[in-house]
């Protein structure tokens, strides 16, 4: 059965540092999504992405955050200058069509120290 | 305002009961809604969509009140290994079709 994979699956970095989290979609499948969910809290929206550009991004993706589609299969999320608060479970997810179920990855648990 | 709201819980039920969880939403003229099963630290696994009136799936029954704004699901005869967190989902009203998550609800199924 397809899957969304994301790589690493914990990163660990110090505050002021950039990270780069990855992600392989699901491949027929058209629609992006990073969500992030701080330890003990809900799963929270960061940012859709469609036919190569953000289609809609919440307050909390601010310019430190990015996204990018560099080639056919990878979709990675950018922090430019992490903060300590940035710590969480960062998951991706992908779905078919925009009114279609999304499918979540296995998540990277990012830790600024 | 918070879009979706759930009772955290936890519900402790024996093996072989029968439990059942709401979901209340606001402002939403969504047609769908999602169950999530998140286990510890781990993703949220799709478990059901909510379409129109309902959706059944083998002991899972999820069902959609507009008139109340809320969600249900119903798990019969429960397993130790529903024991997770349902999270409820509904898509915001922008392009980018975000999910708005609820808290969760926890779930232990004891022996």
């Known amino acids: 059965e397809p899957e969304v994979t994301q790589t690493p699956s914990h990163q660990v970095t110090q505050m002021g540092q950039e990270v780069i989290l990855r992600c392989v979609p699901i491949s027929n499948h058209l629609y992006f999504y990073w969500y992030r969910q701080i330890l003990g809290q809900k799963v929270e929206f960061l940012v859709s992405f469609y036919n190569n550009e953000i289609s809609e991004k919440s307050e909390i993706f601010d310019d430190q955050f990015s996204v990018e589609r560099p080639d056919g299969s990878n979709f990675t999320l950018k922090i430019r200058s992490t903060k300590l608060e940035d710590s969480a479970m960062y998951f991706c997810?992908?779905?078919?069509?925009?009114?279609?179920?999304?499918?979540f990855g296995p998540g990277t648990r990012l830790t600024v120290t | 305002r918070k879009e979706v709201e759930q009772d955290p819980g936890p519900f402790n039920v024996p093996e072989g009961a029968t439990v059942a969880f709401n979901c209340t939403y606001s402002n939403s003229a969504s047609q769908s809604f999602f169950w999530y099963r998140q286990d510890c630290r781990k993703e949220p696994k799709l478990l059901m969509s909510?379409?129109?009136s309902g959706n059944e799936d083998g002991r899972f029954t999820a069902q959609l009140n507009r008139a109340s704004q809320y969600i249900s699901l119903l798990i019969r005869d429960s397993k130790l290994s529903d024991s997770a967190t349902y999270l409820c989902?509904?898509?915001?009203?922008?392009?980018?079709?975000?999910?708005?998550f609820g808290k969760g609800t926890s779930l232990l199924v004891t022996p």
């Open positions: 909510v379409y129109s």
């Open positions: 997810a992908s779905s078919g069509g925009l009114r279609y179920e999304q499918y």
């Open positions: 989902a509904r898509p915001g009203s922008n392009s980018g079709y975000a999910l708005n």
